[in-house]
């Protein structure tokens, strides 16, 4: 099976520097225009549906694709963004005062620590995993594109890529970002 992992695009929160988490920007204007551009370039990708959190960051994102391609668009709560409790509507610079000690804890050992009030990596992983796992054995023959967020992006990277489970919350994956991954042991991989 071959999966298509997008990031939506920017919002203003992106450019302050402000943790979105669950919190729900619309996409701004550049974010707009990098949907449309996007749709653009995965028009030969061959994608047969996309699913979507329903954040509106990525839930924008997919639906201008969704139009463009004409393909079907499914929302799953699963594929949001880590929430990040208190630390949400925040700008990094803040989080790092107000929380030095986890903040830092954060940065270098993201599976021990978690924003006050919000989620741990690891429960994270196992939502974002599960429907994963639901998407590959609903749509085995299909290339299905997810349009989300970089920390469930980067969990699935972990998960298919072997990517260092202690780099998940350094990892760049810039806004629009998207890439191939092929899911091992699915049919259209016995072919």
Known sequence: MRLILI????????VEGRYQGQEDPPLNQAGMAQSHQ???????????LLYSSPLQRAYQTAAIISQKLDI?????????????????????????NLYPDLFQKWQDEPWEAAPPKGETLTQVQDRVYNALDEI???????????????????LIKMRY????????????????YYEEIQIPGSQ????
């Open 72 to 96: 079907p668009l499914f929302i799953d709560p699963r594929l949001m963004e880590i929430h990040q409790g208190d630390w949400q509507n925040r700008l990094r610079s803040e989080i790092e």
């Open 38 to 48: 996007l749709a653009e370039e995965l028009k030969d990708l061959g994608l047969d």
């Open 7 to 14: 990031r939506h695009g920017e919002t203003d929160w992106n």
């Open 161 to 176: 890529q072997g990517v260092d489970q202690n780099i998940v919350r350094k990892l760049k994956l810039p806004n629009i």
């Open 136 to 154: 590959i054995s609903r749509h085995q023959d299909a290339t299905s594109g997810i349009v989300c967020h970089r920390i469930p992006i980067a």
């Open 188 to 191: 259209s991989d016995d072919a």
